[in-house]
């Protein structure tokens, strides 16, 4: 069988993702997600067995070996596909932000997410029969940056950087490695955001944070963009001989793409500016 981990599956992408990989019967899933008591049910519920729940929080490494070891013993140390999609995001001013918030942000995007790559590389390298193969779940925000959104855009610039370097160092180890790059989906992540807390200097940004987080609940309450596109990308990616290096998931993401390949750097962030001035650094009609 197939073995594939992947992690953050207690709700949006990760759940997606896990319940289409466990629709195919010769796939062995190892759902991962902190809290497993109170979520596993939603794949319990699944009348299927080619699936283990485990707990995991990325960022603590003795359950990152304990899932390695699970692995050993169950899975015959090997692991075809691993899943980095857990993530979330902290948002607000960088002067607002506090040094724990900026770190906590880097510690699940960029940091834990680099660990569980190292973790399980043994185990991708000994898998044998199917491909091998390192999917990301990164973000838009990953390749363009946005007002108060630079703590988890450079996370996730971070997460692209390794990436790429990743993409060369592993290629001789017959493992790819790639990102997605999804645009804005309904998951519960705009819900889990955090903010930067400092007071001081609060009233500076106070009018990008106002107009930004009503731009985030106008977004919310729009047109749903289904889930599925990202866990059909995974399934794709998967099974594709050649793994692209990155793919982008969503017209706002394929927008931001095509925008950015095509024009002049300075000009493409010439125009950003002036749809962000528009939309979130000025009282306007949208504030
Ligand atoms: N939704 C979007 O518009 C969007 C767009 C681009 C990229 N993304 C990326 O997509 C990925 C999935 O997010 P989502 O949209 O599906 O949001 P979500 O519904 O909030 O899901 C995030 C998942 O990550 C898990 N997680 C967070 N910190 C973790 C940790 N330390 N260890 C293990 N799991 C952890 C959460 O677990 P808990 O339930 O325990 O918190 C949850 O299962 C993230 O990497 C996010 O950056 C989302």
Redesign the pocket.
Known sequence: MRKILV????????EDIAKRLIEDKNNLVLVT???AES?EHTFHNLNATNFKVIS????DSSQRKNVREYIEKECNGELHVLIN?????HYGALELTKEEELRSQME??FF?TAFMIKEFLPQLRKASKYSKKIIN????LGQVGMPLSSNYSASKHALEGLVEGLHYELAPLGIDISTIC????R???MK?ISWSSLEKQKEVYSIQEENLKKLMSKFSEGKEIPLTNVSKKVVTLINQKKTPARVYVGKDAISFYLLRKLLPFNFFMGMLKSAYSRLILKRSQHA
């Open positions: 992690t953050g599956c207690s709700t949006g992408f990760g997600m902190r809290n979520r995991l929080d990325i960022t999609n857990a993530g979330l995001g699940v995007n834990a779940i990164s973000s838009m999804p645009g804005r989906h998951t519960n992540f889990n």
